[in-house]
């Protein structure tokens, strides 16, 4: 990745994320494809999730859903408090489910 002008390597706490929005377009995707190939074969059968998107590829724990996480946030603060108003704001697609979730 190193060689590839404008990607980069970003560690989260649920996982790791290659971002190659800012590189070259024949070489980031060039890239992209072939290492999308390898980790679909060496995760194969773990409970690994590999998220394909436009610029980007995300590999991170198939057990981690968001919106699970703000249904257990929102089910522990309010069995304490009333709550008034709930804000969320998300950054991409992966959010729809968390706002599906927060209008039902």
Do not use: P
């Not at 971002?19 to 070489?27: F, I, V």
């Not at 946030?73 to 968390?98: A, P, R, T």
């Amino acid at each position: 990745m190193d060689n590839i002008d404008g990607s980069f390597l970003e560690e989260r706490q649920s996982g790791i994320l290659y971002n190659y929005k800012n590189a070259e377009n024949e070489h980031g995707t060039l890239f992209h494809y072939d290492i999308y190939k390898h980790i679909m074969k060496i995760l194969n059968g773990t409970n690994t999730e590999v998220i394909n998107s436009k610029g980007t590829l995300e590999i991170k724990s198939a057990g981690i859903k968001m919106y699970k996480l703000v249904d257990l946030f929102l089910e522990k603060i309010s069995s304490n408090s009333l709550i008034d108003f709930v804000f969320y704001l998300g950054n991409d697609s992966s959010d729809e489910k968390v706002y599906e979730f927060l209008k039902s």
